[in-house]
């Protein structure tokens, strides 16, 4: 028996989107929005959408759950839309994880939504020490991490009236990814993105970055990754 939490996570249900998506790719290749028209570009931009919501009592009804009939495929943000206009206002967690420069704050910009809760550890620096972003102090750690921690326990018990809060940071190891998603009951989204792709981004960076600290902070997260132990991972990538 799956509940809410585990459905999203679950073979049956990655597998079935796989297979709408081929079949439902247009003559050119693309793959078109069910909500707004447009094509979805990215594979982490590609939501299913159950038209019937999703409840604990009826996930386990395949002729719901798992019925390609009864599923759209929209972006993210259109998701986030449909869910608002039907006043579903059920509170989602997500990790958006990849290494430095991969596009993490680009992607959450271009997905959030009014009422959104943004949690990204160097704006936080930024915030708290009023200096430049990339500027941060050590004597201000504790300060940083304690507002850190303050909002991640906030999302963990879903206080307050916001609709989806993204949780943005490097994450190279599954251990620690598990651990948020469990405590946070959230959902992943990594930002799949090469070595080389985040060493040229910082070569054409001018935004006051060490780039020689920068490049071996590149170079750590790719040693350190380790890949997820379940197939609920939404990854970004071409369709």
Not at 120 to 131: K, M, R
Not at 154 to 172: C, E
Not at 218 to 236: D, H, L, N, S, V
Request: charged residues 25%.
């Amino acid at each position: 028996m799956r509940t809410l939490a585990t459905f999203y996570k679950s073979k049956d249900w990655r597998k079935l989107l796989q297979i709408i998506k081929t079949e439902r790719l247009t003559a050119s290749g693309e793959l078109i929005c069910q909500h707004c028209g447009k094509p979805i570009v990215y594979a982490y931009d590609c939501i299913g959408h159950h038209k019937v919501p999703l409840t604990e009592e009826n996930v386990n009804d395949v002729t719901i759950s798992l019925n390609p009939d009864k599923i759209m495929l929209v972006h993210h943000r259109c998701h986030n839309l449909i869910h608002n206009k039907l006043q579903q206002q059920q509170q989602k967690v997500f990790i958006v994880y990849g290494p430095p420069l991969a596009g993490k704050s680009t992607y959450v910009k271009e997905a959030m939504n009014n009422g959104d809760i943004v949690l990204d550890i160097d704006s936080i620096w930024e915030c708290v020490s009023g200096l430049p972003r990339y500027i941060k102090p050590a004597r201000l750690n504790a300060v940083v991490f304690g507002v850190r921690d303050c909002i991640l326990e906030s999302v963990r018990y879903r206080r307050g009236k916001w609709l989806n809060a993204y949780i943005i940071g490097g994450y190279p190891l599954s251990s620690e990814r598990e651990r948020l998603l469990s405590l946070l009951e959230a959902e992943e989204i990594f930002i799949d993105t090469s070595r080389d792709v985040c060493l040229q981004r910082l070569d054409m960076e001018e935004d006051g970055r060490d780039k020689k600290e920068w490049k071996r902070y590149i170079e750590q997260w790719f040693e350190r990754y380790t890949p997820p132990t379940f197939a609920g991972t939404q990854a970004i990538g071409e369709l």
